[in-house]
């Protein structure tokens, strides 16, 4: 796995609110912390309109790009460690 820092978009498998189950989708990434462990903030593909999101379109990357406009929600954070992250997807 390339390094991984402040900015990147990455594909985790990022769990629902409840615990009851877990989707594989991108993610920015917010802080690498010391040790192991990211904070990443979630985004969907789906339009969201609830005061938090932030609309991400591939004219916001440097590098890489998602398949659709996308949607980032500061109100789903999740830590976790660096190793669950399948991919990176750009910054």
């Not at 820092?5 to 009851?20: E, H, M, Q, R, W």
């Not at 339009?47 to 949607?71: M, P």
């Amino acid at each position: 796995m390339e390094e991984i820092s402040k900015g990147d978009i990455v594909f985790v498998p990022f769990p629902y609110s409840n615990l009851a189950g877990i989707k594989n989708r991108p993610a920015v990434v917010l802080s690498t912390l010391a040790g192991d462990d990211v904070v990443l903030c979630q985004i969907t593909s789906k339009e969201k309109f609830d005061g938090y999101s932030i609309i991400l379109s591939n004219h916001d990357f440097q590098s890489g790009a998602l398949i659709f406009q996308s949607t980032i929600r500061p109100n789903k954070l999740f830590t976790a460690e660096r190793s669950i992250v399948l991919f990176k997807v750009g910054a």
